[in-house]
Structure formats: C-alpha cells, structure tokens
C-alpha cells in the first residue's frame, strides 16, 4: 500500500521536503530579530507578521517566485499574543506554495503562554489560613500582575452538551499541565443520597471534607452526573456542612443518580499535593506547591486564545514547530485547501489541537497531547452531493488527550463527505478516539489503545443515530486493550442508535469488551477481521423495536429528521445507498441484512444476536473452533502462518503490521514508544 499523504506536484512538494534552499524565495524570524531588518538569515525578522506582510508585498510587486516561499523560524520561544492569521490574500498555489517552518535541528516553540517567575513563601494571612496545614510551606505564591498577566480566564460550565469554550488560564511547569487544586486528588468521590431526587440541584455526600471549602468563593464541581458519557462541569452555589448536603449552581441536563462519580476543583483549601494550583482571581496571585524546586523548572501560564489562523487560504503548510499553551484551538484551518499541518508538536492546549475544513488539508506527522478537548477534528465535503473533501489526518500520535471535556472530545473527529484517518497511532483518553458523522469516510491502518479509561457505553469508534452517514469503510485497524470503568463498558466500534451502512473489514480486535457492536442497525458488514478475548466479539440488538421504537417512529426525532435533511430518494443518493429509498416503508425499527461473516473469534465470547431478528441477518462462514495458528499471540502477534486453517476456509491474511505510526522524513519525533494500560476487560478468558 502507498503511504502518501496528498499527491503533490513537483513544485509543491519542493516546498514540502526537509532540506533548505529548495524554495525559490526564503526568509527567517528569530525571536531577538527586527521588523526593520530585511528578513536573511543573518538579518531576520522579529515577528510572523512581518514575514507575511513581506509575502503581500512580493505579491504585489508581482507575485509568488515559481518554487515558491519558505519562511523559516529560528531557534527559541516565539511568545504569541494572539493568532497569525493568514488570510485568503497570504496564501500561495500549486506553483508557488508557501511555508512557515522551524529551522531544521533547531526547537522552535510558538507559545501563547507568559512565563511566571518570583515565586515566594506564602505570607498572607487569610490565605494561609485557608491552606491545608501540611501544605504551609511548601505552596509558593506568585503575584501575577506585578509581572504584566491580568487576564486570568474563568472556569465555565463545559462538558457534555455545552459548547466548546476557551479553556481558563492554565498553569504548565517543565512542558506539562499541573493540576486544579481539587478534591479527592485521585479518582471521584460519590453521590451518597438524592434527598430531593434525581430532578434537583442538591446531593448528599459522604464524611466531613467538604466543610473545609466554606471561605472559597469560585469552587465548582465537575462528575458524570447520571450516565457515565455525559460530563458536566458546574459552579458550587453552597454548602450544608451539618446536613451534608451541596447544591450547585444549576441542574444537570439529565439529573442526578446515587453513587454516581464527582469531584471539585478550583479550591485553594485542598491545594495539598505537588503538581497542584490555584489562582487567586480577585488578588491575581497564582498559588503553586511545584513538583520540583523552582529554580529546577520553568512555570508558564497560557495567555492566547490561537496560534495559528488560516482562513480561506491555499496552499500554506506549517513544519516542525512546537505549538503550546493557549486557552483555545492550536490551528484553525478555516476552508481553503491544500494546506498542511507537518511533523509538528502540538501540546498543553485548552481546546482541540487542531481544527480543519475546506478540502485537501491535512494534519501530518504530529505529536499531539495534554488537550483539553479532543485532537484533529476534520470536517469538510458535501453531504448532499456526496462531494468529497480529502481532509486527512494520517501518522499523527494523540495521547493524553481530553482533559477537560472528557466525553465527545475524541482524538479525531471526522464529519462531512469522504474524509480519510489512517496510520495514526491514537492512545489513553477518557472517551472514543475516533468520533464520525457524515458519508463515505475511509479509517484505515490506525492503531488505537488504552481509550475509554473514564467512561461507560462508549466507543473506541462511536458514531450513531444516523440512518443517512452511510458509507464509510473501517479497515486494517488494530484496537486492543479497550475498556471503561462505567456502565455497560467499552465496545471497539460502537454503531451506536441504528447507525446504519458501515463496513467493518479486516481489522484485529483485541481485549476489547464488545468489539463490533450494531445498536439496532442496518446493511452493516462485518467481514474478515480477527477477534481475541472480546464479550462478546459481534453484538447485534433490536433497540428499534424495543426502547428506540418511540424515537425510530417520531417525525420530529433525530432519525427521521436527519433523513430527511438529505435526498435520500434522489438520483444520486438512491443510487449510491439503495436501501434507504424505502426504508421508511420497511419497516425501519428492525435491524436487517447485517452481514457477519469470514471472521475469526479466539476466547471470549462470540456473538451477541438479538434472537427475534437473527433471520434478518447473515451470520456465516466465520472460524470459531480451531487454533488459526497466529505467529505470537501471546505478545500480540496477530498475523496467519502460512499453514493457518483459517486462511485455506477464505480467511484473506489481514496486513496488521501496517497498523499505526511509520517512520517518515515528516514525523516529529522517532521512535515512539507506547504501553497499553493493563485493564484486562471483565469476563475475558485468561
């Protein structure tokens, strides 16, 4: 299989390669540059805007050179205070692209952060006095107004349902986030008693801990409130410390349960752990009992919203930079198209890493983690048409991601129309890596591991309550060591609320607790992949005549309104995804013409099928009794020996050493290394 990104002419990919000189026109900015100086190696400019302004000029003077522009960065911290915007006007062609990167051997950081220095003994009073006793002398104190910081954020009710909002300002100390002071410092706390019931603002809870908050003005609280995918954050209103009772703020959109997980945050009383921090809004002084001491590290607090801002441009890429500490997205690409994000590190970002649209951008090669909420989102083509957008994300490593918003901020997300994932290497987040909407995607080669850590009915692959996002094709991927903590678990590709016309082909499952699971839907294929110690392997209900039916029957539910939000009866459609022409007539609630079939299932359990239904479904040809004869499983070595049974029953070998990263002049960093949690799933054979 080629691994190629987006096919490129020979003047673009000049502009693309790693060595210096192949552009016809270069230019440098250094952080101790000048703005009045031409822009040469020896003479750099002091800014980005400076070298894009000098872009507009030559565009002016008479365009681009053929080969095009790079701007190279030179060594250092570029601190931003706001984003480059590179606008329709800045953008190159085919002939003369343009690209703004690091200079090759040299760290380049384009930071939205302020660096924190002065830090000092804690000698207010009342401050210390709201300090645990085993903190007091170890929490140093900074005063950040007195060095030029006044803008400090504020936390915000986020999470499930909410909009993506920036992140508050955040404290990073040698490269990685420190946390919110917050209570109890690992895991949750639970929900002891609903006096009032589900439908109210007031829990119960346990012991005497929270009593201690009473002086903190600004707590707020964050849980999986009712169901184990749904997370809110919301303010602290008060506190009944002789009842035990706390009410916040407002309501959860789906209410309470008892028992359910929570914890609070943002309180300089439980500031009582190394790595913790708080700041004091109203006094502007930042409290911090560092990990090391002072002098050993260096502690930044993110300022800017953005970094990097294209919009409408073609063809710009950005390489081999360092992109950190901002309240927002990293990269916005707004429209436009053959624009790219190469070998770049993208870390310590209060929203996603990146945001891409319009057609034939890409994310390539980067290293991504420590986001607040989620990695690449890709969204692009046209649905109605089924026009194709080629947005790529491919050989990106996410890790640590979602730290704030902690469900439906997956490492990538994809919607629109034909959109590709593939050889991506997407590992330890609370939710799904993988988020999809839309037709005719293509996830392929990607390895993906350690996901839904903090979660329960969730999906290493999720999509769902679609009949219309048909088309798309998951092939060749390796999922192993997928679990969640909540309720009902974790599945590996999860066709969530009759999701409907995916095709899921030779992909390796391994300890995942559910690992293809059709929620009620149809024209589903599962062919030809290989399962080991999955509960079951393949499950397949009938939540349309059960529980779902009222929802699959409503004209005003998401079903039926999304299908007639495209044109499913027309030409194009009717031609491209036949069944859905009359399914409305067909009795939509059942689940039919599901195909399971070629696969091979070693431990666990097989299947799952709903039995009223199974005469709708195929369900053959699969290799379930025998050893297939695997190179080494034991060490996750899923590839047939030559001999193997299965392959002389039609097995076709799955290529599964393709899966994941690949060593490429345009990655950010080699090798990478990577270990699954250790969280056999329930149930599972040993």
């Given at each position: 299989m080629r691994r190629t990104s987006i096919v490129l002419t020979a003047a673009a990919m000049a502009a693309f390669m790693t060595g210096t000189g192949l552009a016809a026109a270069v230019f440098y900015v250094a952080p101790g540059g000048n703005d009045q100086a031409p822009g040469t190696k020896d003479a750099p400019f002091a800014t980005l805007e400076r070298a894009r302004d000098r872009l507009r000029e030559m565009k002016k003077a008479g365009g681009l050179p053929d080969g095009g522009v790079t701007?190279?960065?030179?060594?250092?911290?570029?601190?931003?205070?706001?984003?480059?915007?590179?606008?329709?006007?800045?953008?190159?062609?085919e002939k003369s692209p343009v690209a703004y990167r690091g200079e090759p051997g040299q760290e380049v950081r384009l930071s939205g952060g302020r660096t924190v220095t002065g830090f000092r003994p804690v000698t207010d009073a009342a401050a210390l006095a709201r300090l645990p006793e085993e903190s007091r002398g170890k929490v140093l104190a900074a005063d950040l107004r007195a060095q030029g910081i006044a803008d400090f954020g504020s936390l915000s009710q986020r999470g499930f349902g909410q909009p993506v909002r920036p992140a508050h300002m955040e404290l990073f100390y040698n490269d990685k986030p420190m946390t919110l002071a917050r209570w109890p410092n690992d895991g949750y706390a639970r929900i002891?008693?609903?006096?009032?019931?589900a439908r109210s603002r007031r829990f119960a809870y346990s012991g005497d801990r929270p009593a201690r908050w009473a002086a903190e003005a600004d707590a707020w609280l964050y849980g999986y409130w009712y169901h184990d995918w749904a997370d809110t954050y919301i303010r602290l209103e008060s506190i009944d410390a002789a009842k035990r009772i706390i009410t916040m703020a407002s309501e959860h959109?789906?209410?309470?349960?008892?028992?359910?997980r929570w914890m609070a945050l943002n309180i300089l009383a439980e500031l009582d752990a190394p790595g913790e921090y708080y700041v004091d809004r109203q006094a502007g002084v930042l409290y911090f009992w560092p990990p090391s001491p002072?002098?050993?590290?260096?502690?930044?607090?993110?300022?800017?919203?953005?970094?990097?801002?294209?919009?409408?441009?073609?063809?710009?890429?950005?390489?081999?930079?360092?992109?950190?500490?901002?309240?927002?997205?990293?990269?916005?690409?707004?429209?436009?198209?053959?624009?790219?994000?190469?070998?770049?590190?993208?870390?310590?970002?209060?929203?996603?890493?990146?945001?891409?649209?319009?057609?034939?951008?890409?994310?390539?090669?980067c290293d991504i983690c420590d986001t607040g909420?989620?990695?690449?989102?890709?969204?692009?083509?046209?649905?109605?048409?089924?026009?194709?957008?080629?947005?790529?994300?491919?050989?990106?490593?996410?890790?640590?991601?979602?730290?704030?918003?902690?469900?439906?901020?997956?490492?990538?997300?994809?919607?629109?129309?034909?959109?590709?994932v593939r050889h991506n290497l997407l590992h330890h987040g609370p939710h799904s890596a993988v988020q999809l909407g839309g037709n005719d995607h293509l996830l392929e080669f990607n390895e993906i591991h350690s996901v839904c850590a903090d979660t329960g009915d969730v999906g290493a692959f999720y999509t769902g309550r679609d009949w219309t996002a048909r088309g798309t094709v998951i092939r060749?991927?390796?999922?192993?060591?997928?679990?969640?903590?909540?309720?009902?678990?974790?599945?590996?590709?999860?066709?969530?609320?009759?999701a409907s016309g995916f095709t899921i082909f030779g992909n390796v499952f391994w300890r995942v607790t559910r690992a293809a699971f059709i929620g009620g839907g149809c024209d589903n294929t599962v062919e030809n992949n290989i399962f080991v110690d999955c509960a079951p392997a393949v499950h397949i209900d009938a939540r349309g005549l059960g529980w779902q039916k009222k929802a699959t029957d409503d004209p005003r539910g998401e079903l039926r309104t999304r299908l007639a939000a495209v044109p499913y009866q027309g030409e194009l459609w009717s031609r491209r995804y036949p069944p859905l022409v009359n399914i409305l007539s067909d009795d939509p609630g059942t689940p039919k013409r599901n195909r399971v079939v070629r696969n091979i299932c070693v431990g666990g359990k097989w299947e799952d099928v709903d039995a009223k239904t199974r005469q709708f479904q195929v369900v053959e040809g699969n290799f379930l009794d025998a050893d297939p004869q695997f190179v080494d499983a034991a060490k996750g070595d899923f590839r047939l020996r030559p001999a193997s049974p299965a392959t002389a029953a039609g097995f076709k070998p799955i290529p599964?050493?393709?899966?994941?990263?690949?060593?490429?002049?345009?990655?950010a960093s080699w090798p990478v290394l990577h270990t699954p949690r250790d969280l056999p799933p329930p149930g599972l054979t040993k």
């Open positions: 701007v190279f960065l030179r060594g250092g911290t570029h601190e931003r205070r706001e984003a480059l915007v590179i606008s329709e006007a800045d953008g190159g062609t002891a008693d609903l006096p009032e019931g959109n789906y209410g309470l349960r008892k028992n359910n002072p002098g050993q590290g260096r502690a930044v607090v993110s300022a800017a919203e953005q970094l990097i801002n294209v919009d409408r441009a073609d063809y710009v890429t950005f390489r081999g930079l360092v992109l950190e500490a901002c309240r927002g997205p990293a990269v916005r690409i707004n429209g436009g198209s053959h624009n790219q994000v190469v070998g770049c590190t993208i870390r310590n970002v209060g929203n996603q890493a990146a945001l891409i649209s319009g057609s034939d951008n890409a994310v390539v090669g909420d989620g990695g690449v989102l890709l969204s692009g083509g046209d649905r109605r048409t089924l026009a194709p957008a080629r947005l790529l994300a491919e050989n990106n490593h996410i890790y640590n991601f979602s730290r704030w918003s902690r469900t439906y901020r997956p490492a990538v997300g994809v919607s629109g129309c034909g959109n590709l060749h991927n390796f999922f192993h060591h997928v679990a969640g903590p909540g309720m009902l678990g974790a599945m590996g590709v999860y066709l969530d609320d009759q599964v050493e393709k899966a994941g990263l690949y060593r490429d002049e345009r990655r």
